[in-house]
């Protein structure tokens, strides 16, 4: 079965840092990948997504990540992050195979941003 | 009220007690679904109504009932549950489930918090 492995589960910077948060699939298909946000208190929502094209792709409040196919990953990254940053961040993945839609999320990265 | 909207966001219950979790969304979407968050695990899914048809059930045991009686709403039927059920009970909705290459983007509500005594 499909998994996504997410290798840091608490992350702890101050602000201004820059931030990279990992992320592996284990799938040899053809794959959508995602990344969501929690901030405290509020719904998951989407932060970016990658589904064909550009390997760069990005999101909202100048995160962006790269899908590396070769290397199974598809990291997070934002040069300088702001205390407003703080949030539970999970990494997700759609296997194109028959009925779409179905999401395969990790354990989460926790960020706390240090002012 | 926009959006994907759960009731309530906090539950107690022992595990004797029948109760449901609510969900409802303002979009238009018409798929539904219902996850579990853990702490410390992934977020698993449970169930996928995709125009008020059952199309995913994964191994859920059977004391999680679910019922979506129209593309609006998404009900979880609780009944006889465990501690270790005690989880966010997230619901999410989208478009009607495309073919095999294709995705539409989930939206989710904020979750029940739900405590099994």
């Known amino acids: 079965a499909q998994s996504v492995s997410q290798h840091n589960h608490h992350v702890i910077l101050s602000e201004a840092a820059s931030l990279e948060l990992g992320c592996n699939y284990s799938y040899g298909g053809t794959v959508n990948l995602f990344w969501y946000v929690q901030y405290p208190g509020q719904h998951l929502q989407l932060l970016l997504k990658?589904?064909?094209?550009?390997?760069l792709v990005k999101g909202i409040k100048g995160f962006e990540a790269e899908f590396i196919k070769s290397k199974f990953s598809f990291n997070l990254r934002k040069p300088s992050v702001q205390w407003s940053d703080t949030a539970e961040y999970f990494c997700a993945v759609n296997i194109l195979t028959g009925g779409g839609n179905k999401l395969t999320f990790g354990t989460g990265t926790q960020l706390k941003v240090e002012l | 009220e926009t959006g994907v909207t759960q009731t309530p966001r906090h539950l107690v219950m022992g595990m004797t007690n029948k109760k449901s979790l609510k969900c409802e969304q303002h979009?238009?979407?018409?798929?539904m679904y219902w996850y579990k968050q853990s702490a410390k695990k992934p977020l698993e899914l449970m169930f996928v109504?995709?125009?008020?048809?059952?199309?995913e059930n994964n191994s859920v045991p059977s004391r999680f009932s679910p019922e979506c009686p129209n593309s609006s709403h998404l009900f979880l039927h609780l009944h006889t549950l465990q501690p270790e059920d005690s989880a966010l009970y997230l619901c999410?909705?989208?478009?009607?489930?495309?073919?095999?290459?294709?995705?539409?983007?989930?939206?989710f509500g904020p979750g029940t918090r739900l405590t099994v005594l």
């Open positions: 979009l238009g979407h018409n798929a």
């Open positions: 999410a909705s989208s478009q009607a489930l495309a073919g095999a290459g294709s995705y539409n983007e989930q939206f």
């Open positions: 109504y995709s125009l008020e048809e059952r199309v």
């Open positions: 990658y589904f064909s094209g550009d390997p």
